[in-house]
């Protein structure tokens, strides 16, 4: 299995970028998909998930209504569009895959929930 971003980059406040995530050796339409981030001395954060389908996704509040997640189960892809970007973004975004359903309120959100990852992306935005 391996999960690819690419996307990544140096961006000013207020810009946008897309990043995407190619995958491959997985059943992706039947795998849920997300991206979390980590920050420098922070630890790793959720920021948006999306169902096997595409037409429910999650997303954590601090990039709610500037994000975007959806996916392209026909080429096993998914992406973040980032809008409206702020300086406190500027973090390695990772794409991660459960070929599982996951039980609990919220557990989309949970780092731990996703077997698969990719080696992410260094988004970085400038003041």
């Known amino acids: 299995v391996l999960l690819v971003e690419s996307g990544g980059g140096l961006v000013q406040a207020g810009g946008s970028l897309r990043l995407s995530c190619a995958t491959s050796?997985?059943?992706?339409?039947?795998?849920?998909m997300a991206w979390f981030r980590q920050a420098p001395g922070k630890e790793r954060e959720f920021a948006a998930a999306?169902?096997?389908?595409?037409?429910?996704?999650y997303y954590a509040d601090a990039v709610k209504g500037r994000f975007t997640i959806f996916r392209d189960n026909a080429k096993n892809t998914v992406s973040l569009q980032m809008n409206s970007l702020k300086p406190e973004d500027t973090a390695v975004y990772y794409c991660?895959?459960?070929?599982?359903?996951?039980?609990?309120?919220?557990?989309?959100?949970?780092?731990?929930?996703?077997?698969?990852w990719g080696q992410g992306t260094q988004v970085t935005v400038s003041s």
């Open positions: 050796g997985l059943p992706f339409s039947t795998t849920e």
């Open positions: 991660a895959a459960r070929p599982w359903g996951c039980s609990g309120s919220g557990c989309y959100a949970l780092s731990g929930e996703y077997y698969y």
């Open positions: 999306i169902s096997r389908g595409g037409d429910t996704a």
